[in-house]
């Protein structure tokens, strides 16, 4: 019945993929009491199933297919030999595999298993490692064979396991191929067991623990499905790094979900044309990538992709008008913004054949009743304010909570909100436009500062490659805006660069809002790529001898 219950819910999102108003106002969750999406509703859709599921491309042109059949019977045979080695029920593994095909086995595994995983990037520090191994609570970990020396600074009586070459003192997961097919499951799986714990990525703070179960991502990511415009026999590609929710999000639960191929090509360095070349090989018909992923992409020339994908989306940051338009006008398609975080899946989307606005990242998702809280009385209904779910109409697609931490966990969800720490506004369509996060958007001269307007105002330069504005101290203002610069490729960094660039800003912004200060420098970032803007806001509070004044040029 479970299975029939998630298909039902699914089925309706693809008959009404282009019909927003229809699927927002007829979704309804599925809610069982017991389902496990691997036993459920993969290995369902896998019996008998030749259909490729995953296909890996290397930079060096080896390639790996599987159906959707093969990895059925590959993650039971790694179900049985892990459970073997001592793997039970609501034990927490960490995997810090990269985009191979032990990161897919083993992921369907652990849900079998009813284990939970804690996914890890292999960009990870051993200094990382203590931490989500302490706080994880971690039993297990499976790891490339060339992260296993990490671990030598890492503490604790878990099992090790190793994924490549063989290493001393570590169990190779290759002998997984050596175990029985069949697997019978030890005992039912509640909805709402644990399946995944996610380290957030840490751009203001110490990285939060995440909960997720086994309805909260697999049944939640069916509104990834639908804003991606996913259908069945799609090849999917979104480049996200292994570790990170975006890459369960688009490169597990919303293809799978959609029984769609999943597209990988792995590369050490980035490179445009080659990504497109394989791209136009493999037949990508969706493709999802960060906004630092669309910037560079925009810089080759994109008509080298003689087939685009029919859809295109974009997350993970608020994606600059300037980079929608080039794409627009090279593959005849256009980038469509979508808002989640790694506490939900995605709330607010552009959904595929809807009319679209400039700027905004769209309406709710189906299944999510999305408020805008009052930054003064914390009422909903306000204009601009911060984005909230509404836990009356509670959506699968949200976390448990903060693991471990009741109090932030209460924090986040008084008053009967989910608060995101994200702040919007709505206009009279119902169309959400992102501002800032919560603690970027700041006041000068008493008007209030957005730097994501002033970001997307800089890309539209040719100079400009990235920017991230944050406050400066101003004796006069209290703070003006100052932008960190990347440049494109052809510009030099030096006063000659700043004028043009100062002039821009005074050409496309009104006068309260234009940067005032400038500087050449590479943005810090996560290992998830986003911005971490806290590390600029306690440089430019430092103070620093290569910025530039807007005043020096007059």
Same mark, same amino acid.
């Not at 019909?19 to 509703?41: K, S």
């Not at 990511?221 to 996200?240: F, Q, R």
């Not at 966990?409 to 709505?426: C, F, I, P």
């Not at 000659?496 to 050409?507: G, I, P, Y």
């Given at each position: 019945?479970?299975?029939?219950?998630?298909?039902?819910?699914?089925?309706?999102?693809?008959?009404?993929?282009?019909?927003?108003?229809?699927?927002?106002?007829?979704?309804?969750?599925?809610?069982?009491?017991?389902?496990? +999406?691997?036993?459920?509703?993969?290995?369902?859709?896998?019996?008998?199933?030749?259909?490729?599921?995953?296909?890996?491309?290397?930079?060096?042109?080896?390639?790996?297919?599987?159906?959707?059949?093969?990895?059925?019977?590959?993650?039971?045979?790694?179900?049985? +030999?892990?459970?073997?080695?001592?793997?039970?029920?609501?034990?927490?593994?960490?995997?810090?595999?990269?985009?191979?095909?032990?990161?897919?086995?083993?992921?369907?595994?652990?849900?079998?298993?009813?284990?939970?995983?804690?996914?890890?990037?292999?960009?990870?520090?051993?200094?990382?490692?203590?931490?989500?191994?302490?706080?994880?609570?971690?039993?297990?970990?499976?790891?490339?064979?060339?992260?296993?020396?990490?671990?030598?600074?890492?503490?604790?009586?878990?099992?090790?396991?190793?994924?490549?070459?063989?290493?001393?003192? +570590?169990?190779?997961?290759?002998?997984?191929?050596?175990?029985?097919?069949?697997?019978?499951?030890?005992?039912?799986?509640?909805?709402?067991?644990? #399946?995944?714990?996610?380290?957030?990525?840490?751009?203001?703070?110490?990285?939060?623990?995440?909960?997720?179960?086994?309805?909260?991502?697999?049944?939640?990511?069916?509104?990834?499905?639908?804003?991606?415009?996913?259908?069945?026999?799609?090849?999917?590609?979104?480049?996200?790094?292994?570790?990170?929710?975006?890459?369960?999000?688009?490169? #597990?639960?919303?293809? +799978?979900?959609?029984?769609?191929?999943?597209?990988?090509?792995?590369?050490?360095?980035?490179?445009?044309?080659?990504?497109?070349?394989?791209?136009?090989?493999?037949?990508?018909?969706?493709?999802?990538?960060?906004?630092?992923?669309?910037?560079?992409?925009?810089?080759?020339?994109?008509?080298?992709?003689?087939?685009?994908?029919?859809?295109?989306?974009?997350?993970?940051?608020?994606?600059?008008?300037?980079?929608?338009?080039?794409?627009?006008?090279?593959?005849?398609?256009?980038?469509?913004?979508?808002?989640?975080?790694?506490?939900?899946?995605?709330?607010?989307?552009?959904?595929?054949?809807?009319?679209?606005?400039?700027?905004?990242?769209?309406?709710?998702?189906?299944?999510?009743?999305?408020? #805008?809280?009052?930054?003064?009385?914390?009422?909903?209904?306000?204009?601009?304010?911060?984005?909230?779910?509404?836990?009356?109409?509670?959506?699968?697609?949200?976390?448990?909570?903060?693991?471990?931490?009741?109090?932030?966990?209460?924090?986040?969800?008084?008053?009967?909100?989910?608060?995101?720490?994200?702040?919007?506004?709505?206009?009279?369509?119902?169309?959400?436009?992102?501002?800032?996060?919560?603690?970027?958007?700041?006041?000068?001269?008493?008007?209030?500062?957005?730097?994501?307007?002033?970001?997307?105002?800089?890309?539209?330069?040719?100079?400009?490659?990235?920017?991230?504005?944050?406050?400066?101290?101003?004796?006069?203002?209290?703070?003006?805006?100052?932008?960190?610069?990347?440049?494109?490729?052809?510009?030099?960094?030096?006063?000659?660069?700043?004028?043009?660039?100062?002039?821009?800003?005074?050409?496309?912004?009104?006068?309260?809002?234009?940067?005032?200060?400038?500087?050449?420098?590479? #943005?810090?970032?996560?290992?998830?790529?986003?911005?971490?803007?806290?590390?600029?806001?306690?440089?430019?509070?430092?103070?620093?001898?290569?910025?530039?004044?807007?005043?020096?040029?007059?």
């Amino acid at each position: 019945m479970t299975t029939e219950m998630f298909r039902g819910a699914r089925d309706f999102l693809l008959q009404h993929r282009e019909d927003y108003a229809r699927a927002y106002d007829g979704f309804v969750w599925p809610r069982p009491e017991r389902f496990n +999406w691997a036993l459920d509703w993969f290995d369902v859709i896998a019996d008998g199933n030749a259909a490729t599921a995953l296909h890996i491309v290397e930079e060096d042109g080896r390639e790996t297919r599987l159906s959707f059949g093969e990895l059925s019977v590959r993650s039971d045979q790694a179900a049985n +030999w892990l459970r073997d080695r001592g793997v039970a029920a609501e034990d927490r593994i960490l995997v810090m595999l990269g985009n191979q095909a032990e990161l897919w086995i083993t992921a369907l595994a652990a849900m079998k298993l009813r284990a939970v995983v804690i996914p890890a990037t292999p960009l990870l520090g051993a200094a990382d490692l203590r931490d989500r191994v302490e706080r994880g609570r971690v039993r297990h970990v499976i790891v490339r064979s060339e992260d296993t020396a990490k671990f030598a600074e890492v503490p604790g009586s878990y099992t090790r396991i190793a994924a490549g070459d063989p290493v001393e003192g +570590w169990l190779s997961l290759d002998d997984l191929y050596e175990a029985d097919a069949g697997f019978t499951p030890d005992g039912p799986t509640r909805a709402d067991d644990p #399946l995944m714990l996610y380290f957030t990525s840490g751009t203001t703070a110490r990285p939060k623990l995440v909960e997720q179960t086994h309805t909260s991502y697999p049944i939640g990511h069916l509104a990834t499905m639908y804003w991606i415009g996913l259908k069945p026999g799609d090849v999917h590609l979104n480049i996200s790094s292994p570790g990170w929710a975006k890459h369960a999000w688009s490169n #597990l639960f919303a293809p +799978w979900n959609a029984q769609a191929t999943v597209f990988i090509h792995n590369y050490t360095r980035f490179d445009a044309a080659r990504l497109m070349a394989e791209m136009d090989r493999a037949g990508v018909t969706t493709f999802c990538a960060p906004p630092t992923v669309w910037r560079m992409l925009i810089q080759a020339d994109l008509t080298q992709l003689r087939t685009p994908p029919r859809e295109v989306v974009a997350a993970g940051e608020p994606l600059n008008p300037e980079v929608i338009e080039q794409v627009r006008r090279a593959w005849g398609v256009t980038i469509r913004d979508g808002f989640g975080q790694t506490e939900t899946a995605v709330q607010v989307s552009n959904s595929p054949g809807q009319p679209l606005k400039t700027g905004s990242m769209g309406r709710p998702s189906p299944g999510y009743r999305v408020e #805008l809280l009052d930054p003064v009385s914390g009422e909903p209904g306000a204009t601009e304010g911060e984005i909230a779910l509404d836990l009356s109409a509670r959506p699968v697609g949200l976390m448990t909570g903060y693991h471990g931490d009741a109090d932030r966990t209460a924090e986040a969800m008084a008053g009967g909100y989910y608060r995101t720490g994200d702040v919007a506004s709505r206009d009279e369509d119902g169309y959400l436009t992102y501002i800032g996060r919560s603690d970027d958007v700041f006041k000068a001269s008493d008007y209030k500062i957005s730097p994501f307007e002033l970001e997307s105002a800089l890309l539209e330069h040719e100079a400009v490659a990235e920017a991230a504005v944050v406050p400066a101290p101003d004796e006069l203002r209290l703070a003006v805006p100052k932008a960190y610069v990347v440049l494109a490729e052809g510009w030099e960094p030096g006063p000659d660069t700043a004028k043009v660039l100062f002039e821009h800003s005074r050409d496309v912004l009104a006068p309260y809002k234009r940067v005032r200060r400038l500087e050449f420098a590479p #943005l810090p970032k996560t290992v998830s790529g986003k911005i971490r803007r806290i590390e600029l806001r306690e440089a430019t509070a430092a103070g620093s001898g290569a910025e530039y004044r807007e005043e020096d040029f007059r």
